[in-house]
């Protein structure tokens, strides 16, 4: 499985992004998919996660209500929209992928840099 992420860039604060992952591969439908991220001098920190119908979702409490995880199966894509977002919103994020639904992602991008300035 190769994940891609893409959409990455530096906004201000209170801007939007939309971040994409596209996946190789013919099982994406049966993934769980997440995304991460990781700021400079910190350790990787869990963001949000969807399920393989894109029913349900969960969200760190820190992006809760701002930040939007979806999946287009067709695509074999999983985004993530950020809104009013935040200059400690800024980090490398990763999107992976849970091939067992075993809550341990077994594949992961390369990242993409999210900037926030104030």
């Given at each position: 499985v190769r994940l891609v992420e893409s959409g990455g860039g530096s906004v201000q604060a209170g801007d939007s992004m939309r971040l994409s992952c596209a996946a190789s591969g013919q099982s994406f439908s049966s993934y769980v998919m997440g995304w991460f991220r990781q700021a400079p001098g910190k350790e990787r920190e869990f963001v949000a996660r969807i399920n393989r119908s894109g029913g349900s979702t969960y969200y760190a409490?820190?992006?809760?209500?701002?930040?939007?995880?979806?999946?287009?199966?067709?695509?074999?894509?999983?985004?993530?929209?950020?809104?009013?977002?935040?200059?400690?919103?800024?980090?490398?994020?990763?999107?992976?992928?849970?091939?067992?639904?075993?809550?341990?992602?077994?594949y992961w991008g390369q990242g993409t840099q999210v900037t926030v300035s104030s």
């Open positions: 409490d820190s992006v809760k209500g701002r930040f939007t995880i979806s999946r287009d199966n067709a695509k074999a894509t999983v985004y993530l929209q950020m809104n009013s977002l935040k200059p400690n919103d800024t980090a490398v994020y990763y999107c992976a992928a849970d091939t067992y639904g075993t809550r341990e992602y077994n």
